[in-house]
């Protein structure tokens, strides 16, 4: 579906890619050699979903329809929903969504195995024995600053203790089953998000600090093994500019891809906001970092808020242009960027809220300048 009516434009630019080649007997080369023009790619273009307004909102589902080849189910793949109490699995949600995504010829990307966050109760509340077989107090830790934790403040997540082999046997059969089960039907999985601390270090979700890093490792070779066709993604937020969280995944891919643990790709969630946005330059940096390493990258959770002080301001639209423009750009001009995907695509149904007006279409689901911006980005019908 991508790439519909774009051969000519595709042609153009591709021949526009030829002409800045400079020439070569030239007396005095150029000091900047000219950037090279990228082609235009039929790169996929994706959105979170929710059921929800699947289910009862025919606006919604026809604007999905028509404008996106891939879905990620928002919310109803993570661990809290699929598997609510221990050993139980309750796959009504997903399935749903799965189901509507094949009898509409839409690719799946999972969301997610391995997460810090979204976790059953059961899970969080893990009581720990001691000798006796009393109940320990609970360890009230800080949960990780996340996106939300940025709107909301930060929550505190209640955590006791696993000993690692239990903790490693119930992420195993998570994978196992929830792989299993939708085999053939998902393609792509995250299945780790968000492992980063800001420093660039591990983030104390519970995975790490009651298995350790080796988790991830874990992760991914438990996922291979299920799945073999599934390409196997760890994501994460505030990845796209340089600093010590991006140094720190770089590290983690490198170490991991050295060492043989299968990972196929990388995904940039791109939360942002229109003050503070990566640049195409810079992205495109970010993502080659990862694609040396023989991976693949993805945007994958895109969002751009506008601002929450000051929502007047009148250049708010075109600024978040820029910004989705930017990283649309980055991900066609980057061969291995495999994937673009916003965080749900209407105002109207937005994690963010509809002040911060944050995606692509408006709540009445009218396109924003910001979705002629990814648009002219790839190479698809407008
Ligand atoms: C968010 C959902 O959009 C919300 O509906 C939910 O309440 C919390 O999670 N990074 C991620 C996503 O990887 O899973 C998060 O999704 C947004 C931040």
């Not at 969301?111 to 109940?135: E, F, M, S, Y």
Request: hydrophobic share 45%; proline share 6%.
């Amino acid at each position: 579906m991508g790439g519909r009516g774009s051969a000519g434009r595709t042609g153009i630019v591709a021949a526009l890619a030829v002409f800045a080649v400079p020439a070569v007997a030239q007396a005095q080369p150029p000091a900047a050699p000219l950037a090279p023009v990228a082609a235009l790619r039929a790169v996929p273009q994706g959105s979170a979903i929710r059921l929800a307004a699947v289910r009862n909102d025919a606006g919604y589902r026809d604007t999905f329809l028509r404008e996106f080849d891939s879905l990620t189910p928002e919310n109803e793949l993570k661990m809290g929903e699929l598997q609510p109490h221990r050993g139980r699995f309750d796959f009504a949600a997903a399935d749903e969504l799965v189901r509507f995504a094949r009898r509409n010829g839409k690719t799946v990307r999972g969301h997610t195995l391995v997460w810090g966050q979204a976790l059953p109760l059961w899970l969080i509340d893990h009581g720990v024995t001691d000798k006796l077989g009393l109940r320990l107090p609970p360890i009230v830790l800080p949960t990780l600053p996340n996106p939300i934790g940025k709107i909301l403040g930060d929550t505190t997540t209640l955590l006791t203790g696993w000993r690692r082999d239990d903790l490693l046997a119930v992420m195993k059969h998570h994978i196992r089953t929830v792989m299993r089960h939708y085999a053939g039907d998902v393609t792509e999985w995250d299945v780790v998000n968000e492992p980063m601390a800001a420093g660039g270090g591990l983030a104390p979700t519970v995975w790490q600090r009651f298995i350790g890093p080796d988790y991830i490792e874990q992760a991914l070779r438990t996922a291979r093994a299920t799945d073999p066709r599934a390409k196997l993604f760890i994501n994460d937020f505030d990845v796209e500019v340089p600093g010590p969280k991006l140094d720190g995944l770089v590290r983690l891919a490198r170490d991991l891809v050295t060492s043989g643990v299968p990972l196929d790709g990388i995904g940039l969630q791109a939360h942002t906001h229109i003050d503070g946005f990566a640049d195409e330059a810079t992205l495109t940096r970010t993502m080659r970092r990862f694609t040396r390493l023989g991976l693949e990258v993805q945007i994958t959770e895109m969002d751009v808020a506008t601002s929450l002080v000051d929502v007047a301001r009148p250049d708010r639209r075109q600024r978040q242009a820029l910004a989705y423009g930017a990283a649309a750009r980055a991900c066609n001009a980057v061969r291995e960027c495999t994937r673009f995907t916003t965080w749900g695509f209407t105002d109207a149904v937005s994690w963010l809220g509809a002040g911060a007006s944050a995606l692509l279409f408006d709540t009445k689901y009218r396109a924003k300048p910001a979705f002629a911006a990814v648009r002219s980005a790839f190479a698809r019908r407008q």
